[in-house]
């Protein structure tokens, strides 16, 4: 059975009531807000040690970026920088998208990042490479 390793990539500002649960299955990077620091900063100092950093837990990041699919582009440049292959074993190989529309725009940079099925759900977009 092949091993995959999720990341979410949060966009949502107010999004702090979905970061524990989401933390505790996969790493999130998730977008700096006023609220989502407080959560972050809770989360970390509450979470217990885990062997893998990068398979759980919070990275906040900023968003400059105004348009949706520039603002993924520069987050999956990131994730790919810190899970992607040389970085981790296995490398990220599944993207949940929240707190985007899922528009042909943010599709398309997916699949530029190689990201080939595309399942649209009430969690997000997840994004799953071959």
């Not at 990077?29 to 950093?53: F, H």
């Not at 725009?105 to 530029?112: E, T």
Request: a negative charge; charged letters at 30%.
């Amino acid at each position: 059975m092949t091993k995959h390793h999720r990341v979410a990539v949060v966009f949502d500002e107010h999004s702090s009531v979905l970061l524990p649960p989401l933390a505790s299955r996969c790493h999130v990077w998730l977008a700096d807000s006023d609220e989502n620091q407080a959560a972050a900063k809770e989360y970390w100092g509450r979470a217990e040690p885990v062997d893998d950093e990068l398979a759980s837990g919070v990275t906040t990041f900023t968003r400059e970026e105004r348009l949706p699919e520039d603002a993924l582009d520069v987050a999956l440049e990131l994730i790919e920088d810190h899970h992607g292959e040389f970085a981790h074993d296995p490398a990220v190989d599944e993207v949940l998208v929240i707190g985007l529309k899922p528009t042909e725009a943010v599709i398309s940079v997916l699949r530029d990042w190689g990201y080939t099925t595309i399942d649209l759900g009430v969690d997000g977009i997840l994004a799953r490479r071959a």
